[in-house]
């Protein structure tokens, strides 16, 4: 389409196919790594697939052992995959505070949960982990609580990948 610019994983133009303020939640009061992934799982089962948030939590679980984390800067981004998705869909929320994620790797209070169609590629998500391991943005997520104006941010950096 002329004039649409990609950064590698969706349309800039259609950021809000990827993530919308109604899939970042601010501050949320996690108790675990279970915890915090439960909570990635429920806002990824509100999107347009017919996986359930336990389904979900089981794909990021897979995620998890086949490829672990590698938390930065306090942020992760644990992927599932569905095959009924017509495209890439994502959520953030901020933590409290920290939790373990690994013992050998920092706590964490920043996730970023995309669920995948399964013929999407991961590198796909490449541009938003770039976009978190910038020293600037994680220190902003943490002390905004809107969601919108995360989404603003996000979107507004994210055009910059391009």
């Given at each position: 389409?002329?004039?649409?610019?990609t950064s590698g994983f969706f349309p800039v133009t259609k950021m809000s196919e990827l993530i919308t303020p109604e899939r970042i939640l601010c501050d949320i009061d996690a108790h675990s790594k279970e915890h915090a992934l439960g909570i990635l799982a429920a806002l990824l089962a509100e999107g347009p697939t017919h996986m359930t948030s336990s389904a979900i939590l089981s794909s990021l679980n897979e995620h998890v052992r086949q490829n672990g984390f590698k938390p930065a800067?306090?942020?992760v981004i644990p992927v599932g995959r569905a095959s009924d998705l017509p495209q890439t869909i994502a959520c953030l929320i901020t933590l409290t505070r920290p939790v373990k994620f690994n013992q050998e790797l920092p706590d964490v209070d920043i996730l970023f949960g995309a669920l995948m169609a399964d013929d999407d590629p991961?590198?796909?998500i490449e541009p938003m982990n770039e976009l978190l391991n910038q020293p600037d943005v994680p220190e902003f997520l943490r002390n905004t609580n809107s969601p919108d104006d995360i989404y603003k941010i996000l979107s507004s950096r994210l055009s910059l990948c391009a």
């Open positions: 389409m002329p004039g649409t610019q800067n306090g942020t991961e590198s796909s």
